[in-house]
């Protein structure tokens, strides 16, 4: 089992910049990759970008590219997004995910189904 616990959300304007972290704990060595989703009031839960641990390539959905950027540190079993630039649509509660090394290396990065573990969960909000 992994274990997933988001932290760094909060209210920020639009503009503003936020930096989510995602630290995983218990059998991460099994954890292919990690991902960040995103979820607003009434909607579906989103995806925003992964990172592959071994081989730190990254993907992004295209609402994010160029603002976000998803990095590790992989010593510290830890995940991060940085969101610069945001906006009032960026408001969500984000979810950190993780793949289970077992299932494989290829995947949709941009599926919920493909990943294995959940966080809690972290609110952001963006003001107008």
């Known amino acids: 089992q992994v274990q997933l616990v988001e932290s760094g959300g909060g209210l920020v304007q639009a503009g503003g910049s936020l930096r989510l972290s995602c630290a995983a704990s218990g059998r991460t060595l099994s954890s292919y990759a990690m991902g960040w989703f995103r979820q607003a009031p009434g909607k579906e839960r989103d995806f925003v970008a992964t990172i592959i641990w071994k081989s730190r390539t990254t993907y992004y959905a295209d609402s994010v590219k160029g603002r976000f950027t998803i990095s590790s540190d992989n010593a510290k079993n830890t995940v991060y997004l940085q969101m610069n630039s945001l906006k009032p649509e960026d408001t969500a509660v984000y979810y950190c995910?993780?793949?289970?090394?077992?299932?494989?290396?290829?995947?949709?990065?941009?599926?919920?189904?493909?990943?294995?573990?959940w966080g809690q969960g972290t609110q952001v909000t963006i003001s107008s």
């Open positions: 995910a993780a793949r289970g090394d077992s299932r494989g290396s290829v995947f949709v990065v941009g599926s919920r189904a493909e990943y294995d573990y």
